[in-house]
Structures are given as C-alpha cells and as structure tokens.
C-alpha cells in the first residue's frame, strides 16, 4: 500500500480520461487550485451524497479559486451517466487499474458493512497552483464533508 501523502508533499501525476472521453493532466491545469477527491463507485449512496454535495457547493469552492475533479474506478461511460443523473457540474475521472489512487494513498484497508478488505478509500486532496498539496484527507464520512472542507480552506486563508 502507498503511503498516505501530507501538506507539503508534491501532487502525484494524474492524468486520467474524464467522462467526457477528454484527458485531463492535473499539472497542466495549473491555473487554479484543484479539490480532487478519491470516490469508490459511482451511483452508491457514500458516493452520491459526497458527489452531490461538491455539487452544490462548487460555487463556493469556485469563488475561492478551486476547480473540483473526482476519481473512481469507474469506466467513462458510467461516470458520465452519473454526471447526467445528478447534473454534476464538475470533472470526473476514471482510474480504472485504481493506479493513481494507489499513487496518491487513496487505498488501502477499508472497512464497509463490517467486512474489511483492500479497496478505495474515500479520500480529497487540496493540490495549490504550484502543484503541492496544502490537504490530504483520508478515510472522509462522505456526509458534510465538502462543509468541513470549506471550513478547512476557511481558516487557513
């Protein structure tokens, strides 16, 4: 398993194809700051309260200078079957080997149901313009997450 990464820490490469069949280079897109969030799977309940939660509250992260991308496993089709379900206004990206989530500590052990096994962890990542990361959250409860995240960004503005 990756050591999970922390602030400071330089951005792992991510270049993955989004849903839209486009390619998407995280050190290219260095304009911005960038919330990339770890999911499991599109279309469960974690993972659509977290995605619709970055939904409606993209504005506020957009206002403070943050593009939002999440990564699954999940292949292009499907993700943008989930952008089109929940009208997600934001980047998805899929990371079907898991690679870039093994690269960036996104799995490990993780517990659901009771039964452990190794798998994606729910985890989100503040990557600034100059491509360090100023956040590593791993192992996040998917409900009021995007809210502690604003409040996170909040005070160490």
Do not use: I
């Amino acid at each position: 398993m990756a050591r999970e990464l922390t602030a400071g820490d330089p951005a792992p490469a991510l270049v993955l194809t989004a849903h839209d069949g486009s390619t998407v280079d995280l050190a290219k897109r260095r304009e911005r700051a960038a919330v990339v969030y770890f999911y499991p799977r599109a279309f469960t309940p974690g993972c659509t309260t977290e995605a619709c939660d970055f939904r409606d509250n993209l504005a506020a992260l957009q206002s403070r200078g943050y593009d939002v991308y999440g990564v699954s496993g999940d292949d292009p089709a499907e993700l943008a079957r989930f952008v089109t379900e929940y009208q997600l206004p934001y980047t998805l990206l899929s990371d079907p080997d898991h690679a870039a989530a093994r690269r960036w500590g996104a799995w490990g052990e993780r517990t659901v149901n009771g039964e452990t096994s190794v798998g994606p962890l729910r985890s989100t990542f503040v990557v600034g313009t100059d491509g360090t990361l100023t956040s590593a959250q791993y192992r996040v409860d998917a409900t009021g997450h995007v809210a502690r995240l604003l409040a996170e960004l909040e005070a160490t503005s």
